[in-house]
């Protein structure tokens, strides 16, 4: 099946500091999701970008397909950032099983 | 309105036990699912429906039965619990197999004892 790399695997930052997180993955996708999951457990999507650059906020992403990889900006972090954030994709080919990523933690420091 | 809603959020039980976790979505998509989340916060799948048919099954023994009695829903039944089975398991749905976002339930703790 496809493979999901998510780096880095741990991140702290002070508040308003600037972060990249980074989703490598292995085959050509049509289904690419971020996700935070907050300190509750709770599982909040982010942005819905198979390909190109979305912005929501203090948030950003940008994939490219062609080169099998995802970024998501965190600019001006704030605590409430803090949790784990997730890539997610599905392959454009063969069997349709939504992977995901293990994840970045992110601890935001006042 | 909780747009994919799970019961109950924690269940507590004994190894042995049967239990069911319930998961209704009121967005009207056509694709649910079921997801298991280990201690170190890894994301599996472990079943899929379309339209009330099975179309995803992952490699998940067969105490783990699912079923949807309509499109809006899609229950998650154990048999004879094992210590092995603790863990979140979360619900979610998406308007067509392919090309959609997934939304997520807020999940349900269970604990073996």
């Known amino acids: 099946g496809i493979q999901v790399e998510q780096s880095p695997p741990d991140l702290i930052l002070q508040e308003g500091a600037n972060s990249t997180l980074r989703c490598n993955f292995s085959d050509s996708v049509n289904n690419l999701q971020w996700f935070h999951q907050n300190p509750w457990g709770q599982l909040i999507n982010l942005f819905y970008i198979p390909s190109g650059t979305k912005q929501n906020g203090r948030l950003s992403a940008t994939t490219v397909a062609t080169e099998r990889y995802s970024l998501l900006y965190i600019s001006s972090s704030q605590t409430t950032d803090s949790g784990v954030y997730f890539c997610?994709?599905?392959?454009?080919?063969?069997?349709?099983?939504?992977?995901f990523g293990r994840g970045t933690s992110l601890i935001v420091h006042p | 309105d909780t747009a994919v809603s799970q019961t109950p959020k924690y269940l507590v039980t004994q190894m042995g036990n049967d239990k069911s976790i319930k998961c209704e979505q009121n967005?009207?998509?056509?694709?649910m699912y079921w997801y298991k989340q280990d201690s170190k916060k890894f994301l599996k799948i472990m079943f899929s429906?379309?339209?009330?048919?099975?179309?995803i099954n992952e490699t998940v023994p067969n105490r783990f039965s699912p079923k949807s009695p309509d499109k809006a829903h899609l229950n998650l039944h154990i048999n004879s619990l094992e210590l092995g089975d603790s863990a979140v398991y979360f619900c979610a749905s998406s308007q067509a197999i392919r090309n959609q976002p997934q939304h997520f339930g807020d999940g349900t703790r269970l604990s073996i004892l």
């Open positions: 429906y379309n339209n009330k048919e099975l179309i």
């Open positions: 967005l009207g998509h056509d694709t």
């Open positions: 997610a994709v599905a392959p454009s080919g063969g069997s349709y099983i939504p992977t």
